[in-house]
């Protein structure tokens, strides 16, 4: 697990696999060819870019029009910008109308660190999940990214793909098939599960060893599809374990953590603990600085567990 | 209430060239040590941000919220290493302060923050938030009948958001002549220059068909910034749009009008040279 990947990098191979089979495929883009780390698709398909500039609203509408017209869009830019100036257009223009328009945002959550609560997107999932249509995918590692890319072209409909740019490693084992809606379980336990997913998949395996060494054995699924959510791995999870542990890089208000909440409470309750951002305007701080800063660690994931099984 | 401070106001253009170039050096060595900052960006700006903290704008530092003071709107956010350069020099925070830039915890965020350190209007970053952010504040000075003026400075490739268009557009409705915006027309955005990625000529063209008095100036000529500053408004029931000729990167020859300068860091090196070029002196 030492390597560590920018899953970005997953990404642009799998666009420009997508673009060579598919001549359909074109990419949109708001001045964000190098911070989609799109260079090489460029190059490879010059006339396959559409850039419109810094002017994300417009670009959700062409991207949109480019639908109508035949193309099968990939929108790549930062996803604070993407998601927050253009959310009324991912509404209407692509979620209201089922554009198959995969809008892919990059460097999400806090992954600018430094750059501050302007540029983090911690919102972002809150944002689209309260979409009707939008299907919203968050992977964890390359490998995971990589197949996304090429089931998001196959799926017909507007999509949100939340990359990172935090380096991660490959947390799933070999010959690993994502698949739309479908939690995956990285680690077996019957005490406490905990579900995470896109950088925090890495961070609860972590926390689920720390736990191990206490004698507690905790389960750890990947949610990488927040919606449509798996809700049988929840609910398997929630009759079968003592508590549920999300963890996530985003708001604890209306993201994964939310989404598990709602059928837990409505199915199956158990008791919870949401790990993420509290509704707070971040510090200034380096990624790693402000993951430790919000407890989003093994210590976190610890005092969690402790807390739900009563130590 | 209500102090004119120009008094304060450096009104030698030599002297605020030698201090928008201690600017540089300082900015360019926070910048380095951060590992963090918009290069290019800051040094095509600091002249217009000299111009106006130095020699222009009626703010008290010590006072920073005074009601009558004119209002300064930074809306290219990313720049705020410059930016802090100078409200720091003009004594808004102690200059000790800018060596903890984008540090854990500090005020000094990579993008301003108004919640953060005073002298900050409006929390910039995100493109397209200063200028309908100016027309409000300049429809507010309207109705108290003040004197204040308000300035925003954008950057050019900035203006492919719509936002600034309708604020363009309601700011001449509103005959805000108290509002002028600066646009830093460097001619490059973050991946390429503007007119290859999104044309903005005819610029001075759209300016004057959306109600504005446009006029044109190099952005790093001190004496003819501070000439045209003190005069706007140039038309009374017109704002003024400043189309600033700039240099992204000026000072730095191996970063002017550099296109992979957006954001790149210099080198212990490179930042060696470049100190050399904006006139620090060698011990
Ligand atoms: C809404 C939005 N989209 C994208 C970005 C990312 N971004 C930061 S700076 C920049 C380029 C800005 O170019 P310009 O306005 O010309 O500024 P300058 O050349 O003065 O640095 C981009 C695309 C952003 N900050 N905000
Ligand atoms: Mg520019």
């Given at each position: 697990?030492?390597?560590?990947?920018?899953?970005?990098?997953?990404?642009?191979?799998?666009?420009?696999?997508?673009?060579?089979?598919?001549?359909?495929?074109?990419?949109?883009?708001?001045?964000?060819?190098?911070?989609?780390?799109?260079?090489?698709?460029?190059?490879?398909?010059?006339?396959?870019?559409?850039?419109?500039?810094?002017?994300?609203?417009?670009?959700?509408?062409?991207?949109a029009?480019?639908?109508?017209?035949?193309?099968?869009?990939?929108?790549?830019?930062?996803?604070?910008?993407?998601?927050?100036?253009?959310?009324?257009q991912?509404k209407?223009?692509?979620?209201?109308?089922?554009?198959?328009?995969?809008?892919?945002?990059?460097?999400?959550?806090?992954?600018?660190?430094?750059?501050?609560?302007?540029?983090?997107?911690?919102?972002?999932?809150?944002?689209?999940r309260?979409?009707?249509?939008?299907?919203?995918?968050?992977?964890?590692?390359?490998?995971?990214?990589?197949?996304?890319?090429?089931?998001?072209?196959?799926?017909?409909?507007?999509?949100?793909?939340?990359?990172s740019?935090?380096?991660?490693?490959?947390?799933?084992?070999?010959?690993?098939?994502?698949?739309?809606?479908?939690?995956?379980?990285?680690?077996?336990?019957?005490?406490?599960?905990?579900?995470?997913?896109?950088?925090?998949?890495?961070?609860?395996?972590?926390?689920?060893?720390?736990?191990?060494?206490?004698?507690?054995q905790?389960?750890?699924?990947?949610?990488?599809?927040?919606?449509?959510?798996?809700?049988?791995a929840?609910?398997?999870?929630?009759?079968?374990?003592?508590?549920?542990?999300?963890?996530?890089?985003?708001?604890?208000?209306g993201?994964?953590?939310?989404?598990?909440?709602?059928?837990?409470?409505?199915?199956?309750?158990?008791?919870?603990?949401?790990?993420?951002?509290?509704?707070?305007?971040?510090?200034?701080?380096?990624?790693?600085?402000?993951?430790?800063?919000?407890?989003?660690?093994?210590?976190?994931?610890?005092?969690a567990?402790?807390?739900?099984?009563?130590? | 209430m209500?102090?004119?401070?120009?008094?304060?106001?450096?009104?030698?253009?030599?002297l605020?060239?030698?201090?928008?170039?201690?600017?540089?050096?300082?900015?360019?060595?926070?910048?380095?040590?951060?590992?963090?900052?918009?290069?290019?960006?800051?040094?095509?700006?600091?002249?217009?941000?000299?111009?106006?903290?130095?020699?222009?704008?009626?703010?008290?530092?010590?006072?920073?919220?005074d009601?009558?003071?004119?209002?300064?709107?930074?809306?290219?956010?990313?720049?705020?290493?410059?930016?802090?350069?100078?409200?720091?020099?003009?004594?808004?925070?102690?200059?000790?302060?800018?060596?903890?830039?984008?540090?854990?915890?500090?005020?000094?965020?990579?993008?301003?923050?108004?919640?953060?350190?005073?002298?900050?209007?409006?929390?910039?970053?995100?493109?397209?938030?200063?200028?309908?952010?100016?027309?409000?504040?300049a429809?507010?000075?309207?109705?108290?009948?003040?004197?204040?003026?308000?300035?925003?400075?954008?950057?050019?490739?900035?203006?492919?958001?719509?936002?600034?268009?309708?604020?363009?557009?309601?700011?001449?409705?509103?005959?805000?002549?108290?509002l002028t915006?600066?646009?830093?027309?460097?001619?490059?955005?973050?991946?390429?220059?503007?007119?290859?990625?999104?044309?903005?000529?005819?610029?001075?063209?759209?300016?004057?068909?959306?109600?504005?008095?446009?006029?044109?100036?190099?952005?790093?000529?001190?004496?003819?910034?501070?000439?045209?500053?003190?005069?706007?408004?140039?038309?009374?029931?017109?704002?003024?749009?400043?189309?600033?000729?700039?240099?992204?990167?000026?000072?730095?020859?191996?970063?002017?009008?550099?296109?992979g300068?957006?954001?790149?860091v210099?080198?212990?090196?490179?930042?060696?040279?470049?100190?050399?070029?904006?006139?620090?002196?060698?011990?």
């Open positions: 697990m030492s390597e560590k990947f920018d899953c970005r990098d997953a990404f642009g191979k799998a666009l420009e696999e997508l673009a060579a089979s598919d001549e359909r495929v074109v990419v949109v883009v708001n001045d964000s060819v190098g911070s989609s780390k799109l260079n090489a698709f460029k190059k490879a398909f010059p006339e396959r870019v559409v850039n419109v500039g810094i002017a994300e609203q417009d670009l959700i509408g062409v991207s029009g480019l639908a109508n017209g035949g193309k099968r869009p990939f929108v790549s830019g930062a996803s604070c910008f993407l998601t927050g100036r253009a959310t009324e991912i209407v223009d692509l979620a209201y109308s089922h554009a198959n328009v995969k809008v892919c945002g990059m460097s999400s959550g806090i992954a600018y660190g430094e750059l501050g609560a302007s540029h983090h997107s911690i919102e972002d999932i809150a944002w689209m309260a979409i009707a249509d939008m299907t919203i995918i968050v992977p964890a590692d390359p490998v995971e990214t990589y197949q996304a890319m090429h089931a998001i072209h196959k799926f017909d409909g507007p999509v949100f793909l939340r990359v740019r935090y380096p991660v490693p490959v947390v799933h084992p070999e010959g690993y098939q994502f698949e739309i809606g479908k939690a995956v379980q990285l680690r077996e336990g019957s005490d406490i599960t905990i579900i995470a997913n896109g950088t925090m998949v890495t961070v609860a395996l972590q926390g689920a060893e720390l736990l191990a060494q206490q004698g507690i905790a389960r750890v699924l990947n949610l990488a599809t927040v919606r449509p959510i798996d809700q049988q929840i609910l398997k999870a929630a009759s079968e374990t003592k508590g549920i542990i999300t963890i996530e890089e985003a708001t604890t208000s993201s994964m953590g939310g989404a598990v909440a709602e059928v837990v409470v409505q199915n199956q309750p158990v008791p919870m603990r949401l790990l993420g951002f509290p509704g707070v305007f971040m510090p200034t701080g380096s990624v790693s600085f402000l993951f430790d800063y919000f407890g989003l660690n093994p210590a976190g994931i610890e005092k567990a402790f807390e739900l099984l009563g130590r | 209500f102090i004119y401070l120009e008094d304060t106001l450096i009104t030698d253009p030599k605020l060239y030698e201090k928008s170039y201690e600017i540089r050096r300082h900015n360019m060595k926070t910048i380095v040590k951060a590992k963090l900052g918009h290069t290019g960006g800051d040094l095509s700006v600091t002249d217009i941000l000299t111009t106006l903290y130095f020699g222009v704008l009626n703010v008290d530092p010590s006072n920073p919220t009601p009558e003071r004119d209002r300064l709107i930074l809306s290219k956010g990313h720049c705020s290493g410059a930016f802090y350069t100078i409200l720091a020099y003009r004594g808004f925070f102690p200059v000790e302060m800018l060596d903890t830039y984008e540090q854990a915890l500090s005020p000094l965020n990579g993008h301003p923050s108004n919640t953060k350190l005073p002298g900050i209007e409006a929390s910039t970053g995100p493109l397209g938030h200063g200028l309908p952010f100016g027309v409000g504040t429809i507010a000075a309207k109705m108290d009948k003040s004197p204040r003026r308000v300035f925003v400075i954008t950057g050019d490739g900035e203006l492919q958001e719509g936002s600034n268009w309708e604020a363009a557009m309601s700011a001449a409705h509103h005959k805000l002549d108290n915006v600066i646009i830093d027309r460097n001619g490059l955005q973050q991946g390429d220059y503007t007119e290859a990625t999104n044309r903005l000529e005819p610029l001075a063209d759209k300016w004057r068909a959306f109600g504005w008095e446009v006029v044109e100036v190099d952005g790093h000529d001190h004496a003819a910034l501070l000439d045209l500053f003190q005069r706007v408004p140039l038309q009374k029931g017109k704002p003024t749009c400043v189309l600033a000729h700039t240099h992204k990167g000026q000072g730095v020859s191996f970063v002017k009008d550099q296109v300068w957006h954001h790149r210099m080198t212990q090196e490179e930042l060696a040279q470049a100190l050399v070029e904006l006139g620090e002196v060698q011990a």
